[in-house]
Structures are given as C-alpha cells and as structure tokens.
DNA sequence: GACACCCTGACACGAGCGTGACCAGGTTAT
DNA sequence: ATAACCTGGTCACGCTCGTGTCAGGGTGTC
C-alpha cells in the first residue's frame, strides 16, 4: 500500500511536520514506520489529522486537552474519580449534604479555631 | 448556618486563599456570597477543596484539567465530539477501513502531486 | 468609628507548553 | 553514489498557568 512520507503528509494536512511528530508524540496520532523508521502516513492517519484539526478549531480546545481527553480513556481510575468528585457536589453550593458533613465541618472549624484565633460569622 | 471566611477555608483546606479564588473562578468550587460579598465556605465546599486536592495528587492532574473535565460535562457536543474522534480510528493505526477511505486518500494524494512535486513510497 | 478582614484587579515571575529552526547522522530512490 | 529526505535531540522564543503580592476600596465586629 502507498503512503505518504511526513513532508507530504504534513503538506496534505495543512500540519507542519514538526507538529505531526508531536502530536504522534502525545499520541493522539501514530504512523507506522518504514524498516528504516520512518514514519509511512496512509489514508487513516490523514483522515484521523484533519478531523483533529477540525475539533480543535471548532471546538476551542488544545492539543492538550485532546491529550487529557485520551489519558481519561486509558486511565478509567481518572475517569471515575473526577466522575465521583463531580457528581459528589453540586456546583452551584446549595446547603447542608448529611450530618456526616455536619460532624467534619465542625472538626474543621475548631481544628480553624486552634491554629488561628478567629471566630465564625453568620450567613447571608 | 455558620461558615467560615476565606482566610479561615484557606487554613482549614491547606489552599492559599487566593488559590480559593483561583479555583472558583475555574469554576470548580464555588462558595455562596455573603449579602456584602464576602465568600462564605460551608462544610460541603471544605469537603470539596479537600476532595479536589486529593484529585490532583493522586493522579498526578493539574487544576487545568480539572477544569476541561467540567468543560466536557458542560458541553455535550464537545464531548461527543471526542468521543467519536477516539473511536472513529484506532490509536494503533492497523489499516485501511474501507473503500470511501481510499477515494478520499487519492484525493489527497494527487492534492499533494499536485502542490508539491513529490512522489509516494511503498511501505514497510 | 476603628480596626481587621474581604473584595477585585493588576503586576511579577518561574515553570511548562506549543512551535520553529537547526544539527549530525541514517535512509531511500534514481 | 549521490542528492533529497527522514530521524531524534536541542536551543529559542512567546505564551499560558499557578501562585504570590500589592493597592485601593468596601464590609463586619466591637
């Protein structure tokens, strides 16, 4: 099968070369490489480059963040917890969970009150 | 309910008090207003802070990606977005798919030929 | 009303990111 | 075999992030 080497494939992606490597290197894009290791980009890894582009100018977002996006794929521990921190609390603080918060934010406050000498106030 | 100022969050959470503004202006957590506007931590946002700093260390994320995190709860279409952007092509390019594929990867081939005078290689 | 605390906004600064440019050396097609 | 291309590595530069600190002004408590 025919490919294109990274120059080309730099060219027909509107990538620059410097930038194909590093995002191979976030991998977020991966070519195979030729015996002598050179990278051979096919018709997947160009489609996979220019609809990469594409989200990140549509949706305002950052190699990075598409690299991020991909460690919470591979690391479902990360994934779960931020699902956990999330879904723990709302945002928008409303009040009082359980008195199990009750307890700890008591402890809080008097562990607050030992070290610095200060005093709580009501609220609004 | 009482609560605690930011300087005594700041002391009870081990934040500096202007990382609590910093993370509420991620959007992360944020504390309800006193009528003057005075943040006011209550026990579910100490529980939070707590939560969060144990987020960051444990798994090694930066506040940053927290907050992406939030973006792609916030924006479906983003997430969705990625979404079909890890699935549509495997990360360990195999082959080709299919047959709209190679249309398409002629097409940038002879888009290619046609910009640079260059030329295609066989693969490994 | 005095004093301590909080607010927002700004400047500062080290560390890391995205990106280009360059280098010495290996690969490939003709 | 030679010219053109690729590779990984490194330096450089501008930018953002995380964080501290300061200034000017409002708030809360006694």
Known sequence: MA????????????WSPRMLRYV???????????SGGYRLYGPAQLQRLRTLR????????ELG?????????????LSQALDGWFDAAPLRPSAVRDDADWLAFEQDKHQTLLTHTSHT????
Chains 1, 2 share one sequence.
């Open 54 to 61: 594409e989200l990140l100018t549509e949706h305002d977002v």
């Open 65 to 77: 963040d598409v690299g991020f996006a991909l460690r919470l794929r591979r690391e479902p521990a």
């Open 24 to 34: 191979e290197q976030l991998g977020l894009v991966e070519a195979p490489r030729s």
């Open 121 to 124: 106030r009501s609220s609004a």
């Open 3 to 14: 490919t294109l080497t990274i120059n080309e494939a730099a060219a027909a992606t509107g």
